[in-house]
């Protein structure tokens, strides 16, 4: 069974703060890793994808990855309220050739004013 | 960037019904597109995979014969929900591979909100 853990949180922190959102997965033969943000009532949208260990930084967005770990982050730098939602994190499994996904059950970010 | 239109938006319905919800790759080419369902402060779970021209493949515990989906063409695929009762209500959400994208990225289209009355 594949799945990819995260703290569900909520997660609250004050306007500006970094937020650190993480996850682990435990298909170890996952390459790609992706960071969904999802709104209330609104479908994912994507924030972030990594591949290779380390950092990948796209504006405020951070993600980092070790694969040794099997361990995913993403930083939020100067976080807005407008950030508040929850961050699912998603594995692409290894094997096969239709290249699901896995999801965690995500994190609740809340930004306070 | 790669755009799915999915509706409707919402959709409500009578129990013993059937809705059909389509999703279509706007700009790419999706060869596969895969059905989620999300129920409330639940994360996404994958209902089914489908690539163009091929029978779709369900996951482990969702019934075929009541969720049909149809990807008859690279730009859309639709499912359809047969004999709705009032436990199927859900988000429904599809997400499409664009395998030309950058990332080979996943998008998602904008959701379906299904209440069975």
């Known amino acids: 069974q594949k799945e990819v853990e995260q703290n569900s949180g909520p997660l609250s922190v004050p306007e500006g703060a970094i937020a650190s959102l993480n996850c682990t997965y435990s298909?170890?033969?996952?390459?790609?890793f992706f960071w969904y943000r999802q709104y209330s009532g609104k479908s994912p949208e994507l924030i972030m994808s990594?591949?290779?260990?380390g950092d990948k930084e796209d504006g405020r967005f951070t993600a980092q990855l070790n694969k040794a770990s099997q361990y995913v982050s993403l930083l939020i730098r100067d976080s807005q309220p407008s950030d508040s939602a929850t961050y699912l994190c998603?594995?692409?499994?290894?094997?096969?050739?239709?290249?699901?996904?896995?999801f965690g059950k995500g994190t609740l970010l809340t930004v306070n004013p | 960037g790669a755009v799915v239109s999915q509706h409707p938006s919402w959709v409500i319905c009578k129990s013993g019904t059937s809705v059909k919800i389509e999703c279509r790759s706007l700009?790419?080419?999706?060869?596969?597109m895969f059905w989620y369902r999300q129920f409330p402060k639940q994360s996404l779970m994958l209902m089914a995979t489908s690539n163009e021209g091929s029978k779709a493949t369900y996951e482990q515990g969702v019934e075929k014969d009541k969720f049909l989906i149809n990807h008859a063409s690279l730009t859309l695929s639709t499912l359809t929900v047969t004999s709705a009762h009032p436990e199927d209500s859900s988000f429904y959400i599809c997400s499409a591979r664009d395998v030309k994208g950058v990332g080979y990225g996943y998008t998602f289209g904008s959701g379906t909100r299904l209440t069975v009355v």
């Open positions: 990594i591949y290779s260990n």
């Open positions: 298909d170890r033969g996952s390459q790609s």
């Open positions: 700009d790419f080419q999706a060869t596969t």
């Open positions: 998603a594995a692409r499994n290894s094997g096969g050739s239709n290249y699901k996904l896995t």
